[in-house]
T-cell receptor, first 110, second 115 residues
Framework: EDQVTQSPEALRLQEGESSSLNCSYT??????LFWYRQDPGKGPEFLFT???AGEEKEKERLKATLTKKESFLHITAPKPEDSATYLC???????????FGTGTRLKVLA | SAVISQKPSRDICQRGTSLTIQCQVD?????MFWYRQQPGQSLTLIAT?????????ESGFVIDKFPISRPNLTFSTLTVSNMSPEDSSIYLC????????????FGPGTRLTVL
């Protein structure tokens, strides 16, 4: 069965303290791996799409990487405004259906 | 990316009633999706709505409970019928991207509370 697990469930960082969020997946025929940011009371905001192992994408303080079993969202020198829930999702070959993980709630303290 | 709006943004409804949620996009899109996000949980796909065809529902979701319309390429509605407190959730619509059908962009959501 295709599934995705995110860890940790929650993470508290001091401002400037870099860390990584993990998204582990078991998928037969990965089509795409997606990262979203969700602020309280809002819809998910698209961050990255990754398609193949070894692919990396960056945006400001965020970098997403992909291997055959997992994806990481690296946060470098985070700021309080990076506090949010980060969601990963995947699609499989032949479908556009997203399967979402349960997310990592990130809190960055000033 | 497309600009997506949803109406209402939130509502409080009585058990047994129905609520229709609207999703409007500022550009034509091929696919529109409806998700449910229950308190403290992640997103679960309810159905996929393509213009000109019947919506495709995921396991556990049925048309009688969640009828969907897709009258054109910029608009869709989701109705939550005969509501119970278990239907209290955030309902989100999403659309496929202008340059890639793989990437979805989400609306702001409708927060529904059923008493």
């Amino acid at each position: 069965e295709d599934q995705v697990t995110q860890s940790p469930e929650a993470l508290r960082l001091q401002e400037g303290e870099s860390s990584s969020l993990n998204c582990s997946y078991t998928v037969s025929g990965l089509r795409g791996l997606f990262w979203y940011r969700q602020d309280p009371g809002k819809g998910p905001e698209f961050l990255f799409t990754l398609y193949s192992a070894g692919e990396e994408k960056e945006k400001e303080r965020l970098k997403a990487t992909l291997t055959k079993k997992e994806s990481f969202l690296h946060i470098t020198a985070p700021k309080p405004e990076d506090s949010a829930t980060y969601l990963c999702a995947f699609t499989t070959s032949g479908t556009y259906k997203y399967i979402f993980g349960t997310g990592t709630r990130l809190k960055v303290l000033a | 990316s497309a600009v997506i709006s949803q109406k209402p943004s939130r509502d409080i409804c009585q058990r047994g009633t129905s609520l229709t949620i609207q999703c409007q996009v500022d550009s034509q899109v091929t696919m529109m999706f409806w998700y449910r996000q229950q308190p403290g949980q992640s997103l679960t796909l309810i159905a996929t709505a393509n213009q000109g065809s019947e919506a495709t529902y995921e396991s556990g979701f049925v048309i009688d409970k969640f009828p969907i319309s897709r009258p054109n390429l910029t608009f869709s509605t989701l109705t939550v019928s005969n509501m119970s407190p278990e239907d209290s959730s955030i309902y989100l619509c999403s659309v496929d991207g202008p340059f890639s059908t793989d990437t979805q962009y989400f609306g702001p959501g409708t927060r529904l509370t059923v008493l």
